[in-house]
């Protein structure tokens, strides 16, 4: 997730990625980095069979340099558009 400007990045797992992102877009925690920072937009996304693999690459990605997770998301996103309404439609 990432703000009007991508100028900030938020990494989280969850096993209801499309309830989860209408959570940071609708600010229901609003206390949450995602609130605080206006981290809105989906720009990048994977989907893994269990959630103990999704945790650990969490995890590389969260230690990861920012170079890092610019590069992940130019691969999969190079406009870096909000991905969150494409996956309404699938």
């Known amino acids: 997730m990432t703000n009007k400007y991508n100028s900030v990045l938020y990494t989280g797992v969850s096993s209801e990625l499309i309830s989860r992102v209408w959570d940071h877009k609708n600010k229901t925690y609003p206390k949450s980095f995602t609130a605080r920072y206006n981290c809105y937009k989906l720009v990048y996304y994977c989907f893994y069979t269990h959630i103990e693999e999704a945790i650990a690459i969490e995890k590389v990605i969260k230690g990861s340099s920012r170079e890092y997770?610019?590069?992940?998301?130019?691969?999969?996103?190079p406009e870096w558009k909000d991905l969150y309404d494409g996956l309404l439609e699938e």
């Open 69 to 77: 997770k610019k590069q992940l998301v130019n691969a999969m996103n």
